[in-house]
């Protein structure tokens, strides 16, 4: 019994060892390598740039009032369409007590002054009848009388306008009225029913009563960095992608590059400006975050290869194209890339097959 054991423990051993070894020399032999091979292919290269940027109205105009007062009526929302002239807003004057004294006591004098014409003139008519005074002395009596009547009636006029924002002889321009300037969509009326305003002057820029855009007139405005910006000329085709419309695209045309940079997170950026060809039937809102990718450079119909395949030395460029003898490194020059695929500009043609990346 014993022999037997001491038997199956050295054949353990033995197996053991054996198999270390074996195991040791199959791992120290040399892998098989093989790779990917494939062919040159024509396709269209193009050298693109991202900018970000947002959808806005080409005119956006702020709507103010030509006099202070208080907001009486609202009679438009925010989302309606307006047309130029047509009312947005009624305003309540709420007049100046000092120019409203003023104002009646113009009135007050000018009827005391046309009282006095219209006595002047009743004395020099009797005496003209009676041939007492001469022609050109009656006419400027009525020319008086005429004069006294005229400022009498402006004086009112500018008594109604102080004390009600408008005058009964000009009803239909007035300023208590407020009206748009331009046919569009309103995008915003930032106040309500009883809030006061106040008309723009040097000191103050006024109060914004309704903000209106035509909304058939949009560009894309975006930034793009120096080292691009180079690149652009106007009038360059852009795609625009707005991403809150199920990635809705559609095209631009590169229409301003602004001047001047500004520096934005340590880096300079340059305005640019696209006019914006929305498809019928879509509806874009003011403000939309957009994304526009524009060609910077295009190589049509050429040979290209994936660029992971290529092999750098120094200034060369090489490939391993598959001969008679194996793979043999061959020299190529190279064009315009797209990150994924490069030109192959001369050392190889469509025929060749190239060796591609090693198989795992």
């Known amino acids: 019994m014993k022999k037997f054991l001491k038997i199956l423990l050295a054949a353990i051993l033995v197996a053991l060892f054996g198999g270390t070894f074996y195991y040791l020399w199959r791992n120290s032999r040399p892998k098989e390598v093989s790779y990917e ?3 040159a292919e024509r396709a269209d290269i193009r050298k693109t740039t991202v900018v970000t940027g947002k959808i806005q109205p080409r005119d956006e105009v702020n709507i103010k009032p ?6 009486a009526e609202l009679y438009k929302e925010a989302g309606q369409p307006v047309a130029a002239g047509e009312v947005i807003a009624k305003l ?8 409203l004294s003023a104002a009646q006591s113009r009135v007050r004098l000018a009827g005391i002054n046309l009282s006095q014409a ?4 009743e004395r020099d008519l009797k005496l003209h009848d009676k041939s007492l005074i001469s022609d050109d002395e009656f006419e400027r009596t009525a020319q008086a009388l005429a004069q006294a009547k005229e400022e009498q009636a402006a004086a009112q006029d500018a008594l109604e306008v102080i004390r009600d924002g408008v005058s009964s002889s000009n009803a239909k321009s007035s300023s208590t009225l407020v009206r748009s300037t331009i046919s569009g969509l309103i995008l915003d009326i ?8 106040i008309q723009a002057n040097t000191l103050n820029d006024g109060t914004t009563v309704a903000t209106v855009a035509d909304m058939n007139d949009l560009i894309f405005d975006g930034n793009i960095d120096e080292t691009e910006v180079g690149r652009l000329v106007e009038g360059m085709p ?4 707005v991403g809150a ?10 229409e301003y590059i602004a001047p001047k940079a500004v520096e934005s997170n340590g880096t300079n950026q340059f305005e640019i400006k696209a006019a914006v060809k929305v498809p019928e039937g879509n509806r874009i809102r003011s403000g939309y975050s957009a994304n526009a990718e524009i060609v910077l450079q295009s190589a049509e119909n050429v040979i290209s290869l994936p660029e992971s395949v290529l092999e750098f030395s120094g200034d060369s460029t090489f490939v391993y194209k598959v001969g008679a003898a194996g793979y043999e490194k061959t020299p190529v020059k190279t064009g315009l890339s797209d990150g994924l695929r490069i030109e192959i500009v001369s050392g190889i043609d469509e025929s060749d097959t190239i060796r591609g990346n090693r198989k795992l």
């Open 37 to 39: 091979e494939i062919h």
């Open 66 to 71: 030509q006099i202070n007062g208080i907001i």
């Open 92 to 99: 309540k004057v709420i007049p100046e007590m000092s120019s």
């Open 118 to 121: 219209k006595t002047n003139y």
């Open 190 to 197: 930032p106040v309500k029913v009883g809030n006061s305003v």
């Open 238 to 241: 852009m795609v625009i992608t």
């Open 245 to 254: 419309l199920q990635d809705l695209s559609f095209g631009a045309q590169l």
